[in-house]
């Protein structure tokens, strides 16, 4: 038979396991959620901006022939914009802004745009940047993953939390030194 203490010992481990591994999963939690900063998606007719079209193919393009991803105007940030990246080639990322009740192109998303050349971090870290938003919210997540294409270094990630505020993105957080899983 075996004494209490026995019995306790695998409850003691997990319960210490769950203790150590528990602060750092901890800190690592969204520090913003979507549902924070919510907004009435426009339901008018939509104003298609300056420069996408068509293509040859059935797909949308910008004026230099660049595919539009996600394909075809629609609303999928912030109640009224629509955010796409420009297909520009390998480790190339563009990012444009459309209000679409507007027409207008909103500038300010073209910090977070690699064509032009390889984006550092400012400790030297080449960087790719994933964002993450929903058309029911003016919350945007930037993602930074480090080191992507280096063989030598292990890739790390970096997270930064936006808020689009009277057509302009605002940074609402620090630059954290870890990612959330995903777009939840």
Aim: hydrophobic residues 35%; proline residues 7%.
């Amino acid at each position: 038979m075996k004494s209490l203490f026995q019995k306790s010992i695998p409850l003691l481990l997990v319960f210490g396991v769950v203790l150590c591994a528990g602060p750092a999963s901890w800190s690592q939690k969204r520090q913003f959620q979507f549902e924070q900063f919510p907004v009435k998606v426009y339901q008018g007719p939509i104003k298609i901006p300056a420069g996408l079209h068509i293509g040859e193919r059935g797909d949308w393009r910008d004026e230099d022939d660049h595919l539009v991803v996600p394909t075809g105007p629609k609303i999928n940030f912030a109640g009224e914009y629509y955010l796409y990246e420009l297909g520009c080639g390998t480790s190339c990322s563009v990012y444009e802004l459309a209000n679409l009740k507007t027409g207008a192109n909103v500038p300010d998303i073209s910090m977070f745009s690699d064509a032009d050349s390889q984006l550092n971090t400012k400790d030297g870290h080449p960087y790719q940047t994933a964002l993450y938003y929903r058309p029911n919210s003016r919350l945007l997540i930037a993602e930074y993953h480090l080191d992507v294409d280096d063989p030598n270094k292990t890739e790390t990630c970096r997270q930064r939390y936006f808020v689009l505020e009277n057509g302009k993105l605002r940074p609402i957080s620090k630059t954290f030194l870890f990612c959330t899983e995903g777009d939840e």
